[in-house]
């Protein structure tokens, strides 16, 4: 009996033992080889970050009373870096984000996150929002205030000892749009590139339906893409149907345009990709997770790559 209880025990053990395995191992494929971890696995990469991160908070604007809370990341080399801006998603500035910055840090780049939600919370705060307290309040945050958010930052960044003058925007889901919106705006002089995940530019042309014409669809301003000046990536997961279908007419005003624009639609990779990597959702889809996982892992050092060539100055 004796016997038998103890075969039991191990046979329990090895199975617990097996799990912790494959739960390691997929949180190690995320959270390690040079790419920020997904989102079930950020807050232990933040704690576990051996790189110089902090709270501050910076004007909105020169001599403005109003400020807001950003993240900074430094990286641990003693030479100057580049700055690069992150732009959170409409989930605000997450463990998620903050865990990105942190890996742009180990990168080789000076990363900074700002709130954008700052303003219309109420005043710069560090505590995490909800996703729907977040979602809620980012309807108030206008295109006006998404690029003077962008400069405070950016503009704090290239001010610190450690920074070079020259920056670039990266940016996810509303931060993806948000990076086209800071291209067409033309940003400030440091202004590098931008990478946008699963954001579009603006839109256009849209028509309604009549008792005798078809609905038109929208498609992307190109007016607006006229005032890009710098090098501009899109990565996109190929289950988001809404940004796919305009990524071609993007391409090609774009290319007929001469401006520097790269846009990858990843197969079988859904929005969100990067955040979600191969966290299971509660109905699994091992297809769909290894998609994102694959995605990440071809758009991170795209990323990385991007960055380096455009903040290098030379």
């Known amino acids: 009996m004796r016997a038998l209880v103890f075969a039991g025990l191990l046979f329990l053990a090895s199975c617990s033992t ?33 790189r110089h991160g902090e709270w501050v908070k910076i004007a909105s604007q020169p001599g403005s009373p109003d400020s807001l809370m950003a993240w900074v990341v430094y990286p641990e080399s003693r030479g100057r870096a580049p700055v690069v801006v992150v732009v959170h998603e409409i989930f605000g500035l997450s463990s998620w984000v903050r865990n990105v ?52 930052a950016a503009n704090w960044a290239m001010t610190q000892p450690a920074a070079t003058q020259r920056y670039a925007v990266i940016g996810y889901c509303w931060g993806g749009a948000t990076t086209f919106m800071h ?51 899109l990565l996109n997961g190929s289950k988001d149907a809404r940004i796919g279908a305009a990524m071609p007419a993007l391409d090609s005003v774009m290319k007929r345009m001469g401006k520097s624009y790269t846009g990858i639609n990843y197969d079988g990779a859904i929005h969100g990709f990067l955040r979600a990597q191969a966290d299971p959702r509660t109905q699994r889809d091992e297809a769909e997770e290894q998609a994102n996982l694959a995605a990440s892992r071809d758009a991170w050092p795209r990323t990385i790559a991007f960055l380096r060539a455009n903040l290098s100055g030379r």
Do not use: C, W
Request: no cysteine; charged share 15%; proline share 5%.
């Open 18 to 50: 097996s799990q912790q395995a494959r739960t390691a191992t997929r949180t190690g494929l995320q959270a390690s080889g040079g790419m920020p971890a997904s989102n079930q696995g950020a807050a232990a990469r933040l704690a576990a970050s051996p």
């Open 101 to 152: 910055a942190d890996q742009l840090a180990a990168d080789g780049f000076v990363a900074i996150a700002p709130d954008f939600l700052s303003r219309v919370r109420g005043g710069p705060s560090s505590i995490e929002l909800t996703s729907d307290s977040a979602r809620r309040l980012i309807q108030g945050v206008n295109t006006e205030e998404r690029n003077r958010v962008i400069v405070a």
């Open 183 to 233: 291209g067409i705006h033309g940003g400030v002089t440091g202004f590098s590139g931008g990478v946008a995940y699963y954001g579009l530019p603006y839109l256009a042309g849209g028509r309604a339906a009549t008792a005798t014409e078809a609905a038109v669809p929208a498609t992307v301003a190109a007016d607006s893409l006229a005032k890009i000046r710098v090098p501009i990536v």
